[in-house]
C-alpha cells in the first residue's frame, strides 16, 4: 500500500465548478501536510500547508481529518488557470524533512 | 535571488554512461534534496542532505551519489546509467526541513538508451 494515496483523476469540470480532492496517508506518525501544485512538465510548487484546524487561501479550502488520516482540498469557483496537477504531500519531523508524495491529481477546468 | 538552479535541463546517456546533475541554491537553505518523478506518478525521494558534509540515502538511492561540500551545491551522479534511470530529476532546498516549503528547481529531462 502506497503511502500516500490520492483520487486517481483526471477531473473534468467547467469553469465556475467546485471540485474537491481527497487523499489518504498510512503512516500515523506523519505531521505536516501539505498541497503542491504542479504546471505540466514544470517543478512543483507549494499551494497552501494543511492545518489540523483546517484553513483556506482564497477559493482554495484544506482539510485535515487526522483520526482519519484524510487531507481533503477544495476549490470554488474553478477557473482555466486552476488546471494542474494537485500533489498531496505528507512529512515525518524525524526524517530531515523529507516529503512523500502521492501521484497527483489532475484537474482540467473547460471554458 | 536565482532560487534553485538545476544543469543540464535535458540529456540523453547511452547505458553505462556516467554524469552528474548539478544543482545550485542561493537562498542559504541548509535542506537540499534529489527527487525524480516517473511519468504519472508521484516524486520519489533519492538522496537529501541537511547540512554541508552530511547526506543520507532516501526512497530509492541505488544507482546515485551525491556529495554536499558546500551550503549552496548539491550534485547528483549516475555512475553507470541505466534504462530505468530515465526519468526527471528534481532538486529542492528548504530552510528547515519539515516545518517549511520546500523550493523545486526547474528539473532535467534525462532519457537513457
Known amino acids: 500500500r502506497k503511502e500516500v494515496e490520492q483520487d486517481p483523476g483526471p477531473f473534468n469540470v467547467p469553469e465556475g465548478a467546485t471540485v474537491a480532492f481527497n487523499c489518504t496517508y498510512s503512516n500515523s506518525a506523519s505531521q505536516s501536510f501539505f498541497w503542491y501544485r504542479q504546471d505540466c512538465r514544470k517543478e512543483p510548487k507549494l499551494l497552501m500547508s494543511v492545518y489540523s484546524s483546517g484553513n483556506e487561501d482564497g477559493r482554495f479550502t484544506a482539510q485535515l481529518n487526522r483520526a482519519s488520516q484524510y487531507i481533503s482540498l477544495l476549490i470554488r469557483d474553478s477557473k482555466l488557470s486552476d488546471s494542474a496537477t494537485y500533489l498531496c504531500?505528507?512529512?515525518?519531523?524525524?526524517?530531515?524533512?523529507?516529503?512523500?508524495f502521492g501521484q497527483g491529481t489532475e484537474l482540467s477546468v473547460k471554458p | 535571488n536565482a532560487g534553485v538552479t538545476q544543469t543540464p535541463k535535458f540529456r540523453i546517456l547511452k547505458i553505462g554512461q556516467s554524469m552528474t546533475l548539478q544543482c545550485t541554491q542561493d537562498?542559504?537553505?541548509?535542506?537540499m534534496y534529489w527527487y525524480r518523478q516517473d511519468p504519472g506518478m508521484g516524486l520519489k525521494l533519492i538522496y537529501y542532505s541537511v547540512g554541508a558534509g552530511i547526506t543520507d540515502k532516501g526512497e530509492v538511492p541505488n544507482g546515485y551519489n551525491v556529495s554536499r561540500s558546500t551550503t549552496e551545491d548539491f550534485p547528483l551522479r549516475l555512475e553507470l546509467a541505466a534504462p530505468s534511470q530515465t526519468s526527471v530529476y528534481f532538486c529542492a532546498s528548504s530552510s528547515s526541513g519539515a516545518y517549511n516549503e520546500q523550493f523545486f528547481g526547474p528539473g532535467t529531462r534525462l532519457t537513457v538508451l
Open positions: 537562498m542559504n537553505h541548509n535542506y
Open positions: 504531500v505528507v512529512t515525518h519531523y524525524n526524517q530531515g524533512g523529507k516529503l512523500i
